[in-house]
């Protein structure tokens, strides 16, 4: 066999080999995330339990935030997942971005469990609102 046949018969080979790599790999690995319906979100009340809550934590004081004797609430509105999870949480009233109270409390709540809220006879996220206060001892 020539040499320009043989470079020919080598390329067409690894063009195989790659082919049938690529193949393997679609059928592993998807090359597009399918899309999952976003489930509801329900408000309190009309056939809606709250969720209970399993596991608190406490915010944490930064220390800019000690230093400028910082004191108040954060209101944070969140939704519970079905999971008993934090899935998405925003800051409905503020006490201080500045010195990173209001991420603080962000922080602490995302660490939160919750038994999830029902509606017929189903785990649901629930949106909830969850207040934050900072005070600093004497």
């Known amino acids: 066999m020539s040499r ?5 018969a080598k390329s067409a080979f690894a063009l195989i080999v790659c082919i049938a790599t690529t193949a393997i790999a679609v059928d592993r690995i998807p090359m597009f995330a399918t899309v999952q319906a976003q489930s509801a979100v329900y408000e309190p009340g009309s056939g809606i339990t709250l969720p209970v809550v399993i596991k608190e934590v406490k915010p944490q004081y930064t220390k800019e935030a000690m230093q400028a004797k910082i004191q108040g609430t954060v209101w944070l509105s969140c ?9 998405d949480v925003n800051v409905s009233k503020s006490l201080d971005s500045e010195y990173g109270l209001d ?11 919750f038994k999830p809220g029902r509606k017929d006879g189903k785990d649901v996220a629930v949106r909830v609102t969850i ?7 004497k």
């Open 103 to 113: 991420q603080a409390a962000i922080d602490a709540a995302r660490q939160w469990e």
């Open 4 to 8: 320009s046949r043989r470079a020919l």
């Open 131 to 137: 207040e934050l206060t900072f005070t600093l001892k």
């Open 79 to 87: 939704v519970v997942g079905e999971t008993g999870h934090i899935t």
